[in-house]
């Protein structure tokens, strides 16, 4: 069945570092990629999504690139902040699943000043 | 956008009672909610699906006589954890969809079962 898979946390970064959290995927067909970030005692947020090969999706600062060809979407930012600490969560979803959103494990970020 | 809300945000109860946790779609008529549950430093699992008049529909490994749920109308949906044990202790989100591009998550409920 479709899967994803992020690398796995803690990832402790110091203010202004480069961020990159690898999140790849398994899926039949073509699947719309997201993701998602929770804060500390708040809900999910959706950060960003790309819904076809080559397309990149960017919100805030971050950035991520639908690779087909490696089945990929990692998510990178040039230069992290302390407000960025939170869970970062890859999901995919299928069009045939009506709709069903299926998650990686998430990776903590803490970023320290 | 869209706006989502759970209700109660958190909870406290007994093993063995029931409890009813509320999602509400705010801004739009959702015909389909999902309910998720994230355990601590875990993923969201996905729990089943809430179609409005029609019956859930569970993911595998989801018992349906234990997390009972009612998508009652447009905007409504209930998830029941009847008969409670500390293992049902969890954060259980609902999520929206207006489409496959458009989700929108409820803030979450805290379960806790002593």
């Known amino acids: 069945g479709d899967s994803v898979t992020q690398m796995e946390g803690p990832v402790t970064l110091s203010e202004e570092a480069f961020l990159t959290i690898n999140c790849t995927y398994t899926?039949?067909?073509?699947?719309?990629l997201f993701w998602y970030v929770q804060y500390p005692g708040e809900g999910l947020q959706l950060l960003l999504k790309a819904t076809k090969a080559d397309d990149k999706g960017s919100n805030k600062g971050f950035e991520a690139t639908y690779r087909k060809e490696t089945t990929s979407f990692h998510l990178e930012k040039g230069s992290v902040q302390v407000s960025d600490s939170a869970v970062y969560f890859c999901?995919?979803?299928?069009?045939?699943?009506?709709?069903?959103?299926?998650f990686g494990q998430g990776t903590e970020l803490s970023v320290k000043p | 956008g869209a706006v989502v809300s759970q209700h109660p945000s958190r909870v406290i109860c007994k093993s063995g009672t029931s409890v009813k946790i509320e999602c509400r779609s705010l801004d739009f008529q959702a015909t389909t909610m999902f309910w998720y549950r994230q355990f601590p430093k875990k993923s969201l699992m996905l729990m089943a699906t809430s179609n409005e008049g029609s019956k859930a529909t569970y993911e595998q490994g989801v018992e349906k006589d234990k997390f009972l749920i009612n998508h009652a109308s447009l905007t409504l949906s209930t998830l029941t954890v009847t008969s409670a044990h500390p293992e049902d202790s969890s954060f259980y989100i609902c999520?929206?969809?207006?489409?496959?591009?458009?989700?929108?998550f409820g803030p979450g409920t805290r379960l806790t079962v002593l």
């Open positions: 999901a995919l979803s299928a069009g045939n699943q009506g709709g069903k959103l299926i």
């Open positions: 999520r929206v969809s207006s489409g496959i591009d458009e989700q929108f």
């Open positions: 899926a039949t067909g073509y699947p719309s």
